[in-house]
């Protein structure tokens, strides 16, 4: 194996965990959900009581969280109590403040060109 | 001066960006029409952007790539949702193959507004966070330019 096909091959892992982690982000239930289990003290049946949805559904959706890594379950007594990940949260938060850092990169650069227009012109 | 205040909704994946230019308005949304001043601000000075195909009316595709430090090419498009001109624009955005076409139905979604503003303009934006590929991609590009800005803050130290 090749350098570059060891940094492919790494890639492709990254793409499909942050894949999972956008997936699960992208619905408001799961949204809600997460923020619903930031305590870590309901279980998916608790959780299932706070929507018209039926448990199956709710389940499903919570799978769907565990399996990107937002959440985790833990078992207590009986019940399996689920909580959320701040790690997660904190990668998502992470990905935004780069889009933040892109965003005042290119306002900087309209300011620029705005009060200069003709500077790097013949670049 | 430009001022910008900048609102970031993890849960819902948006950034809203707010920014005053001492500019008029018709200024400021040239540098969004005009593909050679859009060109010089879209991609950070380490990743460039060209505008192959640039119209703004509705429903128009229009491709670009990035270019990066090795030559390396990125492509991505804009797919022109509503075009108010000269104040309002909204598009979907992503990555593409190097024939402009998107590599994935999944995109980003950007609204820009303009306002006559305390004697300039003020620039409005939403941006829905981008799929995985725009985010790798997004990424990179972000890193690089966070790192360009910190060495230029050492410049100025120095």
Known sequence: MTIADLITYNQMVVDDELDRLFHALADPTRRDLLRRSADGELSVSRLADGYAMSFAAVQKHVAVLERAGLVTKARHGREQLVRTDPVAIGRARAALDELEAAWRGRVDRMADLLTSPTRGEDR | ?158
């Open chain 2, 1 to 158: 001066m430009t001022v910008t205040t900048i609102d970031k909704d993890t849960e819902a994946l948006t950034l809203t960006l707010i920014a005053d230019f001492a500019a008029p308005l018709e200024a400021v949304w040239e540098l969004w029409a005009d593909p050679r001043k859009l060109e010089r601000w879209w991609g950070p000075p380490t990743y460039p952007a060209t505008f192959v195909e640039h119209d703004l009316t509705p429903g128009a595709l229009v491709t670009y790539f990035m270019t990066g430090p090795e030559g390396d090419k990125h492509y991505g498009w804009w797919k022109i949702g509503t075009v108010d001109a000269p104040r309002e624009l909204t598009l979907e955005d992503g990555f593409g193959d190097a024939d402009g076409r998107p590599l994935t139905d999944k995109t980003g979604q950007l609204r820009m507004r303009l306002f006559e503003h305390q004697g300039g303009t003020r620039m409005e934006l939403h941006d829905r966070f981008p799929t995985i590929e725009q985010m790798e991609e997004m990424l990179k590009m972000g890193m690089e330019e966070g790192l360009r800005e910190a060495v230029g803050q050492m410049d100025a130290l120095l």
